[in-house]
Nanobody, 114 residues
Framework: QVQLVESGGGAVQTGGSLRLSCAAS????????VVWYRQAPGKEREAVAS????????RYADSVKGRFIISRDNAKNTVYLGMSSLKPEDTAIYYC???????WGQGTQVTVSS
């Protein structure tokens, strides 16, 4: 079983930046696609960025395109989500997910104040 642990969340002002990390333990997830999701209060969980395991192809939700960057370091068994130009609407709990295995992390809170 892969255990995912997110970190790096926090409180920032509009326009600020954060880098989230998703570290896997238990076994390598270097051969799996990974997706970052977020869930804001009262809203459904939504996918914001994904990265494939082989070519490292990335995809982004329109709402974060140009501001977020997903990357992975397979040697460290970690996937990152770099977030810049943050807006109050980015406030949410951010989770990493391995779709093929159904693994989820516990989430990390991001709060952006205006």
């Amino acid at each position: 079983q892969v255990q995912l642990v997110e970190s790096g969340g926090g409180a920032v002002q509009t326009g600020g930046s954060l880098r989230l990390s998703c570290a896997a333990s238990g076994r390598s997830f270097s051969t799996y696609d990974v997706v970052w999701y977020r869930q804001a209060p009262g809203k459904e969980r939504e996918a914001v960025a994904s990265i494939t395991w082989g070519t490292g192809n990335t995809r982004y939700a329109d709402s974060v395109k140009g501001r977020f960057i997903i990357s992975r370091d397979n040697a460290k068994n970690t996937v990152y989500l770099g977030m810049s130009s943050l807006k109050p609407e980015d406030t949410a709990i951010y989770y990493c997910h391995v779709p093929l295995r159904g693994d989820w992390g516990q989430g990390t809170q991001v709060t952006v104040s205006s």
